[in-house]
């Protein structure tokens, strides 16, 4: 039976696991973490993420095939294929700070694999890391176990699912990428993987390329993605400013098929712990490369994501008589995006920061984020990418004026205004009458996420302020 380890239990390594484990029967997987709390989790009927349909795989396969483990040298010493899928967060201190990846846990994963192997293994890079961290790793493996006469290969075979679809993604993936060197021993290691990929990825799904085409293929694709979404954010500022509405530009230039429609709607910003971190990275290879000026475009994705945020928050002041100083807002949505509780790098963070340096008070609510949860992201040092400092966090005097409640009502009641900042789908269900019957008059809705029917909510009797679209008469 042919053994696959994965070093890190995430958002990445739980799922993509849980997954070849109920697609290949033939083979067992272990997922090794070394936060025994996150494994005690995925233990448990509790699982330490939410996404949907996870629980369903977890549970088919959990115990038969697939095991959560904090036994990592056992598990990696036994296996045939070790996924390393820890976290690549960016750099906050020293060379490269505030751009460059941290590589601190991907070296002591490898470095692991080297000490514990006492047989041949294929070491695949699931996480995201910088072009050429393979050579690297190569290093550390080689010198490491040099008396041992074992032969590694490494391959990349970076991660493309998206959280919230993360289920639906890995079974059915636009494509699935592995690199490999082109020696006889790398063509084998890609045809060993790509043969567990076929137990339900078609062929043509398939892609291989060499080591740094695939790494750089994960960089290239999150920054293609996320410059979409600040080129349409950029379009919303304009459409503002001259009475165009952006669902109808992003409609129009969505149909041009060279274009197409998906990833076009105007919002607060992006988040998720991928997009900016992986263009920074990609920033400083440019800059290590000699590439300013390829390096000052893709920081540019970044800055109208940083601006998009900023505009939205003096929008909401400035529609309120330029001052929030005691009045009550209602945020509804704290993660990054629907149908997951993620809420690194969520916008959200900096929206609440902005409101509650202008003195406003917050009661927030999400569906899957906990009190603790956004106490602790309104309470962490931020860090600044573009001046690398780190930023304070919210005042404790601040943070009094934030509650966390469970009910979309409680959350709205004798609030002065309304901010969506996550698009939940429940957000569109809610009883509006009854929500503007008990807030502040007027009773504002600004609406980062473009949910909401406008045009209903202006006859109930709402100011409503939507991203990028016409504004109240
Ligand atoms: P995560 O923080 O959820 O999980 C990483 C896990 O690795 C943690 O549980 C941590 O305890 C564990 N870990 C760290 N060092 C370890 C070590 N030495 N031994 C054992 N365990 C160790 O991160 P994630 O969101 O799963 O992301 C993992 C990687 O995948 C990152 O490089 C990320 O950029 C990439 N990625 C993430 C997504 C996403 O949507 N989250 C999508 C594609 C790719």
């Known amino acids: 039976m042919v053994k696959i380890c994965c070093i890190g239990a995430g958002y990445v390594g739980g799922p993509t696991m849980a997954v070849i484990a109920l697609k290949c029967p033939s083979i067992e997987v272990a997922v090794v973490d070394i936060a025994t709390a996150r494994i005690s989790a995925w233990n448990s009927d509790q699982l330490p993420i939410y996404e949907p349909g996870l629980d369903d795989v977890v549970k088919q396969c959990r115990g038969k095939n697939l095991f959560f483990s904090t036994e990592i040298e056992k598990h990696v010493t036994e296996a045939d294929i070790v996924f390393v899928s820890v976290n690549t967060p960016t750099k906050t201190q020293g060379l490269g700070a505030g751009k460059a990846a941290d590589l601190t846990y991907w070296e002591s994963a490898a470095r692991l694999i080297a000490d514990v192997s006492k047989s041949a293994k294929i070491v695949v890079e699931k996480s995201t890391v910088p072009v050429k961290t393979a050579e690297a790793i190569e290093k550390i493996l080689t010198h ?122 105007a919002s607060v910003g992006f988040g998720g712990s991928c997009f900016q971190k992986d263009i920074l990275n990609l920033v400083y290879i440019c800059e290590c490369n000699g590439l300013p000026e390829v390096a000052n475009y893709w920081k540019q994705v970044i800055k109208i994501n940083d601006y998009q945020k900023e505009r939205f928050v003096n929008r909401i002041v400035a529609s309120m008589f330029n001052t929030i100083s005691g009045k009550k807002i209602a945020i509804l949505g704290f993660a990054f995006k629907k149908d997951t509780g993620d809420t690194r790098e969520t916008p959200a963070i900096d929206v609440c920061r902005g409101l509650l340096a202008d003195k406003a008070r917050l009661c927030i609510y999400d569906p899957q984020v906990s009190e603790t949860q956004i106490d602790k992201d309104l309470n962490m040092m931020k860090y600044s990418w573009e001046h690398p400092v780190l930023l304070k966090p919210v005042s404790p005097t601040a943070l009094k004026q934030v509650s966390v409640v469970w009910d979309p009502y409680d959350a709205t009641k004798d609030a002065h205004g309304i901010c969506f900042l996550t698009e939940w789908d429940s957000f569109k269900e809610l009883d509006f009458q009854r929500i503007y019957d008990h807030m502040e008059k007027p009773a504002y809705v600004f609406d980062g996420r473009n949910i909401v029917d406008p045009e209903k909510l202006r006859q109930i009797g709402f100011i409503v302020y939507s991203l990028g679209k016409p504004l109240d008469p």
């Open 144 to 265: 490491n176990s040099i008396n041992k006469g074992i032969e590694f290969q490494i391959l990349s075979n970076p991660e493309f699912l998206a959280e919230g679809t993360a289920i639906k993604d890995l079974f059915n993936p636009d494509r699935v990428l592995i690199g490999g060197r082109e020696t006889p021993g790398g063509f084998k290691a890609i045809q060993t993987l790509k043969e567990v990929y076929a137990h339900w990825v078609p062929e043509d799904r398939i892609i291989c390329t060499n080591l740094w085409s695939a790494e750089l293929s994960k960089l290239a694709a999150n920054a293609f993605l996320a410059q979409r979404i600040s080129s349409v954010n950029a379009m919303s500022a304009l459409c503002e400013a001259t009475g165009a509405n952006v669902s109808e530009v992003s409609y129009a230039i969505g149909k041009d098929t060279r274009i197409g429609p998906k990833f076009l709607n």
